[in-house]
């Protein structure tokens, strides 16, 4: 099983990025998935998660109005919009997923919003 993000870049503060992540698992549609960061410096957080049945959970404060996570199970992709991006939003972005017990991350992409 393969998580492959995509869609990170610089962009200007005030923008927007629409993240990625493509799961290579005939399960994908039972799977709940995450998206984390990681700041330079700074431990990896949770930035949301949704449910297999698209609820979506745990968005963190900092993000809460600006990133919309979805997904689309025929494509077996989850995305992770991002609007009205600050500086503090730099990072990099992990999709991740639990499959039986095994924890699985993607390679990551960076996000970096600087003028």
């Known amino acids: 099983v393969q998580l492959v993000e995509s869609g990170g870049g610089l962009v200007q503060p005030g923008g927007s990025l629409r993240l990625s992540c493509v799961v290579s698992?005939?399960?994908?549609?039972?799977?709940?998935m995450s998206w984390y960061r990681q700041a330079p410096g700074k431990e990896r957080e949770l930035v949301v998660t949704?449910?297999?049945?698209?609820?979506?959970?745990n968005y963190v404060d900092s993000v809460k109005g600006r990133f919309t996570i979805s997904r689309d199970n025929a494509k077996n992709t989850v995305y992770l919009q991002m609007n009205s991006l600050k500086p503090e939003d730099t990072a990099v972005y992990y999709c991740?997923?639990?499959?039986?017990?095994?924890?699985?991350w993607g390679q990551g992409t960076q996000v970096t919003i600087s003028s």
């Open positions: 991740y997923t639990n499959l039986g017990g095994y924890p699985l």
């Open positions: 698992a005939f399960t994908f549609s039972s799977l709940t």
């Open positions: 949704i449910t297999s049945a698209g609820g979506s959970t």
